[in-house]
């Protein structure tokens, strides 16, 4: 029997999300049907919201979720009441791409890619945002986005693994895989900044430069992990990390922001054999310059990377027992939490920059 869900639903470009119920299918072949208990707002659901990136509407987004799955379809190899992570990292490991190890890639096309689990009281079709439409209060997703966790990590903590923290710390881990004693920069200490630094700290960088020009963010940073904080507003980056290296610059350097500046300050601060990683999501069209002939003398490289080039089922386990150890902070980047009533403010305080990571929970009553 298709189920009632609440779910906030972007009708219109820039204008607030309305509350509707809406009607989700049953999981086929393969898909679960997850219940939410918590999802965090990413910086990626307010540009989609307001229209920086296209896509079709009406829409549900929201695509950093935590909790319990409900209903398994045919040939699922979980069980109902499990706790799960779930992301928008749909992939048939079995793809050249999912081969090599980038599932984010994967070139699959699925059923649920096909045709929406999600419609409205007249019938109409809504589209399943970010392939996951989890500002709901339950989801249908693929099996292979969705990851077990453990009773002992809360739900708004773990909603963070679907998408900032592998984002951040993949981007550290797999894209770069910087070494131990590398320094490395990081500009924009936003909800992926942050894990960039955190990833940074478990690779054993030696020196880790954190650059956002708001000062609580810079705090925070330090506190996960980097070594040095710059004020871009008072203090020139370039200056800092010329002292900091004495004249090497950074061996890595990643863009965890939209700006387009980012590009162009990223080249002068990589050295000789460095990488500049990017992981910021500019609006679409934003385009950046380098100077291909410093490129290829210097030996360095431009990598990108999305979603942290995580492979979910090994990548969240690992940064669920780092949790438990202490080496992942997860509890301080939740800024807020906030009902599915009140997700057009909590928005407004992620698109302001005034928060980190809010977080819409639901109550399901007695369970
Ligand atoms: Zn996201
Ligand atoms: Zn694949």
């Not at 203090?235 to 863009?255: C, K, N, P, S, W």
């Not at 202490?326 to 800024?335: A, H, I, N």
């Amino acid at each position: 029997m298709p189920t009632t869900v609440r779910a906030a639903v972007c009708r219109e470009f820039a204008t607030p999300l309305t509350v509707e119920h809406l009607t989700l299918a049953d999981p086929g072949p393969g898909e679960v049907r997850v219940r939410v208990d918590a999802v965090a707002i990413c910086h990626s659901d307010v540009s989609y919201a307001d229209g920086e990136w296209g896509g079709d509407l009406p829409a549900v987004w929201g695509h950093e979720a935590a909790g319990q799955i409900v209903e398994v379809g045919d040939g699922v190899g979980f069980d109902v009441g499990e706790r799960v992570v779930v992301t928008l990292i749909r992939s048939c490991g079995e793809c050249s791409r999912c081969q090599r190890g980038a599932e984010v890639a994967c070139g699959e096309r699925f059923a649920l890619d096909r045709l929406t689990p999600l419609s409205d009281a007249d019938g109409r079709p809504i589209d399943q945002g970010m392939r996951t439409g989890a500002f709901a209060e339950q989801v249908i997703v693929h099996a292979s986005q969705i990851v077990p966790i453990d009773e002992d990590i809360p739900a708004a903590s773990a909603s963070l693994l679907a998408c900032g923290v592998i984002t951040g710390v993949g981007a550290v881990l797999n894209t770069a895989q910087v070494a131990p004693a590398s320094t490395v920069v990081v500009l924009g200490c936003g909800g992926v900044g942050l894990n960039v630094v955190q990833g940074a700290a478990l690779a054993k960088a030696d020196t880790i430069v954190a650059s956002d020009p708001q000062v609580a963010k810079l705090d925070l940073a330090i506190h996960l992990g980097a070594t040095h904080a710059v004020d871009p507003m008072t203090d020139d980056i370039t200056t800092a990390v010329d002292e900091l290296t004495g004249g090497r610059m950074a061996d890595y350097v990643f863009i965890a922001t939209g700006a387009p500046a980012a590009l162009a300050s990223a080249e002068r601060l990589v050295g000789t054999m460095g990488a500049i990683v990017v992981v910021g999501m500019p609006a679409t069209g934003v385009a950046g310059q380098f100077d291909p002939g410093a490129l290829a003398a210097r030996n360095q490289r431009i990598l990108g990377s999305k979603m942290g080039t995580s492979v979910i089922a090994r990548d969240i386990p690992r940064l669920v027992s780092r949790y438990h150890d202490g080496g992942l902070e997860l509890d301080g980047l939740v800024s807020r939490r906030f009902t599915i009533d009140e997700i057009n403010e909590a928005m407004d305080e992620v698109r302001s920059g005034a928060a980190l990571r809010n977080v819409i929970v639901f109550d399901h009553g007695g369970g």
